[in-house]
């Protein structure tokens, strides 16, 4: 063990939370293999049949693509943060750059609820109408872009080659085609990125996971509202959580901070995974699985629920 290393295993000694936010970025990490390998849903299974009927081409990328990317999305923002800890352990002075990682642990855990509002309904027509309320936000934000690119190029503050002008015309078009499309569907909005947060979090208090007991005992949707507002604090650049980190302790207190926030994402992501996966698979399929063994509880004791 070089000194760097010895001075780290130090402070994990002197900083039990410092311990748990490396272990839980460690868990972080174990869900991307299956953040690189999305799926689509195996005939027969709860989530084919949502996205049947022409389902998926009328809404974008269906039912099994609106929920799929924000889990994905949430899974990487779990794996970055573990390289971040893995790069911080070897150079002193230790470096944890505790704002971005309290905005990315809000990236995972407010991404992974929006997959889990969508598919924990066990109405179909309701998780229809949630995917395609969800997918016209994201629409109406991609015509947005395209209209402020168009418009700063005719008014010459951005001017893009004929090209790319001809590109993004198309792009308007193609998505204000399908928000026409969408509005001819029965749509469920989600209240926002924060309600659906509290959401997911009252489904995952009524419904907890089988594959952990990390909840057991606490107030999942306390936990999740707390921890939303403290996170997205960083993400918009306000100060007030350095309030809870002053004086002789604030060191291990930022550490707790984190350590609390990584197991909110970490918890999260799993469950949005595991909700998706019993809604996609068919144990008979054979598939190949790319999720931790350990989610299986979880997938099974949920998959009943859906078929």
Known sequence: MNRTDALYALGRLLAPALGRVVERGKRGQTLEAWGLKPHRAD???????????????????????????PIMNATDALATINA???????????????????????????????????MSDEDRDTRRARAAGLARIGTEHAREYHEVA???HENKFMVMSDELLAQSKHRLK?????????????????????AMVRKAANWLQENPPAHTT?????????????????CSSFTHGHSWPTDLVHGPSAVP???AMMADALATAVISTECAIALFEAQTTDPAAGRKNYYPDRLQPSIDAWRGRYM
């Not at 005939?43 to 990317?69: L, R, S, W």
């Not at 911080?88 to 309290?102: N, R």
């Not at 990390?214 to 403290?230: A, E, N, V």
């Open 214 to 230: 990390d909840m057991d005992g606490k107030h999942f949707p306390t936990i999740m509202k707390q921890q939303y507002r403290l």
């Open 43 to 69: 005939a027969g299974t709860a989530m084919a049949e949502d996205d049947e009927d022409d389902y998926a081409n009328k809404i974008p990328e269906g039912v099994t693509g609106t929920v799929v990317f």
């Open 253 to 255: 207190a930022m550490f």
């Open 84 to 118: 971040v800890l893995a790069e911080a352990g070897k150079s002193a002075p230790f470096k944890h750059h505790t704002p971005w990682f309290l905005s990315s642990c809000r990236t995972a855990f407010e991404s992974s609820a929006q997959a889990i509002w969508i």
């Open 150 to 152: 168009i418009s700063a």
């Open 174 to 194: 193609f998505h204000t085609d399908e928000l026409r499309v969408l509005d001819t569907l029965p749509q469920q909005k989600g209240g926002g990125y924060s």
